[in-house]
């Protein structure tokens, strides 16, 4: 697979995780969600989830089977926040290695196709999971309110990247594409 399809999410929403509704699941015919932790669901070394978050995880798991896998290796930090989401979890996933999360989906039992990876990175979250066949959703980063005015230059970096490389990354803009299969 060339680079530009490896980097080229299937759907870029504009905002954070939780613009991802449950319409949209259906809308793909998705059945589960691998989850990244940092920045996808929490801002990075805050140790607990908003009631906004608690909130979408149930209206998600409604249509969806949840796991959360995450690079973070603090059992700690993740432990807490996955048990406060009610939800399995990886740690130290290494991303984009594909092993943890071969294991979600293995746990999830639900075929790669099936089954979104969702994130905020580019080289780490979307490449995983398009190496494995999955449906692969782009959302913007949350951050901490101290250092939300400062930029993302590893993110910033990464949207360059793709973008020479071929891949159309536009995440200011609401994109839904059909992956062709």
Not at 8 to 26: A, F, K, M, Y
Not at 28 to 35: D, F, H, I, P, T
Not at 114 to 140: K, P, Y
């Amino acid at each position: 697979m060339r680079w530009n399809k490896l980097l080229q999410p299937d759907l870029i929403l504009e905002g954070s995780v939780l613009n991802l509704t449950p319409d949209i699941i259906q809308q793909y015919e998705l059945k589960g969600l691998v989850l990244d932790v940092d920045e996808t669901l929490v801002p990075i070394k805050v140790l607990s989830t908003s009631v906004e978050l608690q909130q979408w995880v149930q209206e998600i798991r409604q249509v969806a089977t949840l796991y959360l896998v995450s690079n973070n290796l603090s059992e700690f930090r993740i432990g807490n926040i996955a048990r406060s989401l009610d939800l399995p979890y990886y740690l130290g996933a290494a991303k984009p290695s594909r092993r943890k999360i071969r294991a979600a989906l293995s746990a999830m039992n639900l075929p790669a196709k099936q089954v979104a990876m969702v994130g905020d990175r580019l080289f780490t979250d979307v490449l995983a999971g398009n190496r494995l066949g999955m449906f692969t959703i782009l959302v913007e980063p949350i951050v901490h309110p101290d250092i939300a005015l400062r930029s993302h230059p590893i993110r910033n970096f990464e949207v360059w990247v793709s973008e020479v490389m071929g891949a159309s990354i536009s995440p200011k803009k609401r994109r839904f594409t059909k992956r062709h299969k």
